[in-house]
């Protein structure tokens, strides 16, 4: 396409989005609840169909010579597809936030005040690579009451409008507009261009990819963005930490999968542990192949124990992998601990692994991280494991929302005020 048609293809979407958005705001709960169970049944009957047009996607990413974590991104496994499934199903169980009034209050006027959750609109969504971004967002969409434009990267086109077809489908069979969800049909880049400057329809914009799809959204966007830029994500092993459930929290942070924007890439110990732990868990990482970058008290200990340890740079402690790859550092104690992270993380996800109250309260309270937990997981940092449903983005942002940006995040709070007769005097 050239740029004429690009920017006439991206004017209709804008056009039919907001059509689309009237409808869906005013859409029964029941309805939109039908359209997800729909939505589910097609993504479990549609195997085959979705697993030939991924194919497709793979086989053009490995041609291209994609790192072996980006074309892991882009596989749509059966596995995908059921989790996807269920989480429509999910949202479709949850409650229907929309229209929903809250903290009414009686004004010594007589009149009352309150606000109601209303959807944001149209919202933007651009993203690279995992092509159930796709149904994670269309089905958070159709919850919402919102309407949805999105732009898929060009490595998941064929599997991105496989995808956009079992929504539309679902939304037809229902009765709500098709055009509630819609995926931008050409790769151009100048198609993102256009979507983050059309503050005439698009009401904000949430990028999911690269931080340097993100940074350019931010710099360029002419309506607001829902981001986050990094998932640099700790674990720190306190010294009260049991040893046993350390080694099997901070393995699963780093190791259950290296592509994910919450896995873990730094490790924190204490020094009143770090003799005993770093030595089992080196042992973990070296039979897995994960490069660990020390700093000289952890390099010390782990090349004690026999094993390889790389030299670590000041870039290392800010570092997304997304790789085998994990920082290592001795600190002194939960002070030094919440202080690295404050500095060096990028404001993700951060657990602590400590059998002391206080100090997990500490953790909790000063960690400056949209999810912060104390004992399990950096990887349970997901809209879908939070029971949100599905998600749409993780937002390190302090405004509107914050975190896995599940349904709520997708609405906005208006004030609404009942009176009977009262002027003001």
């Known amino acids: 396409m050239n740029a004429f048609n690009v920017n006439e293809h991206m004017q209709a979407l804008g056009l039919q989005a907001k059509a689309a958005a009237a409808q869906m705001a005013r859409a029964d709960a029941a309805i939109k609840n039908k359209a997800l169970k729909a939505l589910a049944r097609r993504l479990r009957e549609a195997g085959p169909e979705l697993a030939e047009a991924n194919a497709r996607d793979i086989d053009r990413a490995v041609a291209a010579g994609l790192s072996a974590p980006m074309v892991d991104r882009l596989k749509l496994t059966p596995k995908v597809l059921a989790t996807v499934a269920e989480g429509c199903e999910q949202l479709a169980a949850m409650p229907d936030v929309i229209g929903e009034i809250i ?3 009686q004004m010594p006027s007589g009149i009352r005040v309150g606000q109601m959750r209303v959807p944001l609109g149209v919202f933007g969504m651009i993203f690279e690579s995992r092509p159930n971004v796709t149904i994670e967002a269309a089905s958070l969409a ?14 998941a086109i064929e599997s991105n409008k496989a995808l956009a077809q079992l929504v539309s489908e679902s939304l037809a069979e229902v ?6 969800v819609q995926l931008v049909q050409t790769t151009d880049r100048e198609a993102v261009g256009r979507l983050i400057a059309m503050p005439e329809y698009v009401d904000v914009i949430i990028p999911r990819g690269g931080k340097g799809l993100i940074e350019r959204i931010s710099r360029e966007a002419k309506v607001p963005v829902i981001k986050h830029l990094d998932g640099n994500c700790h674990v720190f092993v306190d010294d009260t930490a049991d040893i046993d459930m350390a080694l099997k929290i901070v393995d699963n942070a780093k190791t259950q999968k290296y592509s994910p924007c919450n896995a873990a890439e730094g490790l924190l110990v204490t020094g009143a542990v770090a003799g005993k732990f770093l030595p089992l868990i080196g042992q973990v990482f070296a039979a897995k192949g994960v490069e660990m970058r020390c700093d000289a008290a952890a390099g010390a200990i782990v090349r004690g124990a026999g094993l390889n340890a790389v030299d670590a740079v000041e870039s290392d402690w800010s570092e997304e992998y997304l790789a085998a790859v994990i920082s290592i550092k001795v600190v002194k104690d939960v002070d030094e601990a919440i202080t690295h992270i404050n500095r060096y993380s990028s404001h993700h996800t951060d657990a602590i692994v400590t059998r002391d109250h206080i100090h997990a309260q500490r953790f909790l309270r000063e960690v400056d991280s949209a999810s912060v937990m104390v004992n399990t997981s950096t990887r349970f940092a997901d809209g879908f494991e939070f029971g949100l449903g599905a998600e749409i983005g993780i937002s390190t942002d302090k405004f509107h929302a914050r975190g896995p940006v599940g349904i709520e995040g997708l609405t906005s709070l208006k004030y609404v005020v009942l009176g009977q007769g009262e002027v003001r005097t």
């Open 103 to 105: 903290g009414m209050k």
């Open 175 to 180: 009765g709500l507009p098709v055009d509630a």
């Open 142 to 155: 159709i919850k919402s009451g919102n309407a949805a434009i999105l732009r898929g990267g060009s490595e």
